[in-house]
């Protein structure tokens, strides 16, 4: 069964950076296509950034140039590094993997986790 | 860029069917996802690849596009209480871009 688990949310200053983790189980990350999606309170889903497993990666406008995905195959864990924070990045940030054959949709998804942007 | 649009919500009696649509801005070339986010959950997919049901979703779920009006549709029948829930419909923009729609709650009378 696959299981991913995000943790690293927080209630952070505008400017700030903040690391988020998704720890993977019954799935080998590096041989999957995963993303990060968020989700404002009370608002709807938006993509933030996927990565193939090849290990090139895809940022939203909204994200690039900030945030960065990458992977420890290690620990079979999932990050989203977060710089420059600002409040409208407030959400809770979900990853999901992705289907490896077309077309590619979000199979599994975490439960989420929190990142609050307030001064 | 793709931006699809959505009812911000729509309701109906149990028993009854509900249509939730999901309109392009532009012409949707890529296929069409739909997930249901309950209240307090994730998402999970419901329909991929325009009609496809997930593994587990009952047929009272289907799919459909319509390419005279660029619009993608979800289909509820014989709607249960259970089925109170955000539905977001979701493609691919062309441009290693994902994009979903605004999201459509519907509501169980």
């Known amino acids: 069964e696959v299981q991913l688990v995000e943790t690293g949310g927080a209630l952070i200053q505008p400017g700030g950076s903040l690391r988020l983790s998704c720890a993977a189980s019954?799935?080998?990350?590096?041989?999957?296509?995963m993303s990060w999606v968020r989700q404002a309170p009370g608002k709807g889903l938006e993509w933030v950034s996927l990565m193939y497993s090849g290990g090139s990666r895809y940022y939203a406008d909204s994200v690039k140039g900030r945030f960065i995905m990458s992977r420890d195959n290690s620990k079979n864990t999932l990050y989203l590094e977060m710089n420059s924070l600002r409040v409208d990045d407030t959400a809770v940030y979900y990853c999901?993997?992705?289907?490896?054959?077309?077309?590619?949709?979000?199979?599994?998804w975490g439960q989420g986790t929190l990142v609050t942007v307030s001064s | 860029n793709l931006v699809l649009t959505q009812p911000h919500s729509v309701s109906e009696s149990p028993g009854k069917t509900v249509t939730v649509s999901c309109t392009g801005s532009?012409?949707?070339?890529?296929?069409v996802q739909w997930y249901q986010q309950r209240p307090g959950s994730a998402p999970t997919i419901l329909i991929y690849?325009?009609?496809?049901?997930a593994s587990g979703v009952p047929d009272r779920f289907s799919g459909s596009t319509d390419s005279s009006s660029n619009s993608a549709s979800l289909t509820i029948s014989g709607l249960k209480p259970e089925d109170e829930a955000d539905y977001y419909c979701q493609s691919y923009d062309g441009r290693y871009h994902w994009v979903f729609g605004g999201g459509t709650k519907v509501t169980v009378l």
């Open positions: 999901a993997t992705v289907t490896t054959t077309w077309p590619e949709y979000f199979q599994h």
């Open positions: 532009n012409t949707i070339t890529n296929y």
């Open positions: 690849e325009d009609d496809q049901r």
């Open positions: 019954g799935l080998i990350v590096n041989t999957q296509y």
